[in-house]
């Protein structure tokens, strides 16, 4: 099937008939692909050590050769060209058939072992669940090891990997409500809800970051009420009497609460943490990270369209609007850290992953739920400027020479190469591909990110590509790649990607249970552990495997379309949301939400072959160290 490079419209969650729909409206744009950077890992040679039957190259990979300084160097290959079309041919039919494991392995997945995963996704949730409730609850976190509960960090307020996160509000139940629902668990959903209700509150002594208290706190009770109050049901009737929409108003509160970091900033760019009760901490510092500050728009703009108060959204999209206007006008790219009030670029990398992962996210769910052309013109120009200056590798994902599609880690002014590691956040960008319709680019970079956990077990948070080896051991757990697996499973129901959701569940089976739930991996070599299971655990990473397994949920059967917000909560996309009660300074430039394109099936010969193949996945394998 040819897809488009850019939808054109909306992109829903819910897919039918192996396809996903998209709301068109007539904004394709051609994205520039830049230059194409020729990289000499050469089919023939791969070709010579399969029929040799050797195992890795023994002068190392290609990549570790690419390096000059902060700049790549085209290179020519050490090996002659494959240039005849029937000599291309060749190596294709060199996996044909029996000959080839990849095929063997992953070609097809029965209904029973998909059956069978489903189920240990939902004993794994449960396992986390129930022992938050019984050994941690209402704290924050759960400390598997020990099974102790685990709050702020008070006598070290300087720990803001902990206290950035908990803010003394039971935040692992919050952020587990919807998932609940997911799993069809009404009960214990509605029970969840008024404890939430009886026992949370925010007017607490606790400095927060924004980012995290937005997408964790903020979006779960958004995400609850909303599928609360739904009319049209699509988890059966989960509301109950005298609910009187507690969880809105206890949303409104925390916005409230966060609202202090957007005033006194001479860019709008909000500080990155305020404290629930007394505002931005006097000794706050003033710069803070891209994602930070312009990852608010989804969450404050369904409330401020829930409550009828444009403020929220207001304070969010502007502060978007001062990301933009700082970027580079060489390169179009953003830096991934800036001062907020003189607008100057502190940290001037820009990359795919932390410190600007859901900046790109959000400009397109923005565009999804809200109708904002603005959102989507943004968003385009971002993904252009990262096509063509973040992105290596040959052109085509699945045809051709050279070294798979690789996105790294740039100068925003210059564009040359910063570092050689790329971090394991990078992993959800495969997602939005696909929202953004380039399956074919999405499928080569998820490959990418599958080898690796391969090879470890989990993702690194940083791995080096050309030491082939991890720049930071640690995993806590991380649920991008299981998003990713998830959403490109939607977009063409091939089973390789049902192995990777398997391979993914087993080894977290395997490598992360302890005594009271599952710890993160302090070192994904030797798997030693850290008493620590975040809150995105459950409320993502579980989510999304069981989704993956579970193909009658209501969320692909209903009638109802849907997105996820970066933390994995569910929104439905609803006029709602595209109607506001106060003026438009554009009025009637959205899109209405019943203009949904054709839509048509995978071909069949894609859906039962690999998504990408097998010369470029072994490539990718090989590329990673795994033989």
Not at 153 to 158: A, G, H, I, R
Not at 383 to 399: A, D, K, M, T, V
Not at 494 to 517: T, W
Not at 539 to 544: D, G, I, L, N, R
């Amino acid at each position: 099937m040819q897809w488009r490079s850019i939808v054109v419209g909306l992109v829903v969650l819910r897919v039918s008939l192996s396809c996903v729909l998209w709301l068109a409206f007539g904004l394709g744009p051609n994205v520039s692909w830049g230059f194409n950077f020729h990289l000499s890992f050469n089919l023939h040679k791969l070709d010579l050590l399969f029929r040799e039957e050797k195992g890795a190259d023994p002068r190392g990979s290609s990549w570790s050769r690419r390096i000059q300084g902060h700049r790549y160097e085209e290179t020519e290959s050490i090996c002659g060209k494959v240039g005849e079309e029937s000599h291309k041919r060749s190596y294709l039919s060199f996996f044909d058939g029996n000959k080839d494991e990849y095929v063997r392995r992953y070609s097809s997945f029965p209904d029973a072992l998909r059956a069978k995963m489903k189920g240990m996704a939902k004993e794994m949730f449960y396992f986390g669940y129930d022992n938050y409730m019984k050994y941690a609850f209402p704290e924050d976190e759960l400390n598997p090891i020990d099974c102790e509960g685990r709050g702020p960090d008070v006598l070290n307020p300087s720990n803001i990997n902990i206290n950035d996160v908990l803010g003394n509000y039971s935040l692992t139940l919050i952020d587990t409500l919807d998932t609940l629902l997911v799993l069809g668990n009404v009960t214990e959903f509605q029970r969840a809800v008024k404890l939430v209700i009886d026992t949370v509150s925010f007017d607490k002594d606790s400095t927060v970051q924004v980012f995290e208290a937005n997408i964790r706190i903020l979006g779960s009770l958004i995400s609850a009420h909303i599928l609360l109050t739904d009319p049209k049901h699509p988890f059966g009737k989960v509301g109950f009497e005298g609910y009187d929409n507690e969880l809105l108003h206890l949303a409104h509160d925390l916005a409230v609460r966060l609202l202090p970091a957007f005033e006194n900033t001479s860019t709008g760019i909000p500080y990155p943490r305020v404290n629930l009760k007394t505002g931005v901490p006097p000794d706050s510092i003033n710069e803070t990270c891209t994602a930070g500050a312009g990852s608010l728009l989804v969450e404050f703009g369904i409330l401020s369209r829930l409550i009828g108060d444009s403020t929220f959204e207001w304070v969010a999209r502007r502060a978007v609007r001062a990301l933009w206007n700082l970027r580079s006008n060489e390169t179009g790219l953003l830096g991934n850290v800036v001062n907020i009030q003189t607008g100057q670029w502190v940290g001037k990398q820009s990359g795919l992953g932390a410190g600007m992962d859901s900046f790109y996210e959000y400009l397109l769910k923005s565009y999804i739920l809200f109708g904002e052309k603005e959102d989507y013109r943004m968003f385009q120009a971002a993904y252009e400027s990262i096509q063509n200056h973040l992105r290596r590798g040959r052109e085509s994902c699945n045809e051709g020479e050279g070294d798979p599609p690789l996105y790294v880690n740039v100068n925003m002014f210059s564009g040359e190469i910063m570092n050689t590691w790329i971090d394991s956040l990078q992993a959800f960008f495969p997602g939005l591909q696909v929202l953004n319709g380039d399956v074919d680019n999405a499928i080569c970079l998820h490959a990418f990110y599958y080898a690796i956990w391969k090879r470890f077990g989990a993702l690194p948070e940083r791995y080096n590509w050309q030491l082939q080896a991890p720049d930071v051991l640690f995993y806590p757990l991380r649920p991008e790649l299981v998003e990713s697996t998830y959403l490109l499973y939607q977009a063409t129901k091939n089973p390789f990607y049902l192995h990777v959701g398997m391979d993914i569940l087993q080894s977290l089976e395997k490598n992360a249970k302890v005594r009271c739930g599952y710890a993160t991996l302090h070192h994904v070599v030797d798997k030693s552990k850290e008493d620590r299971m975040e809150s995105f655990f459950l409320s993502e990473t579980c989510k999304y495997l069981y989704l993956l397994f579970d193909e009658d949920n209501p969320l692909h059967k209903s009638d109802n379309k849907y997105i996820f917000t970066t933390e994995g909560h569910v929104v439905p996309i609803d006029k709602r949301f595209r109607d506001k009660q106060w003026n438009d300074l554009e009025p009637n430039t959205r899109p209405p939400l019943n203009n949904i394109s054709n839509c048509n099936r995978i071909p069949e010969e894609r859906r039962y072959t690999l998504p990408l193949k097998s010369i470029y996945m072994r490539q990718i394998d090989h590329m990673v160290g795994l033989f």
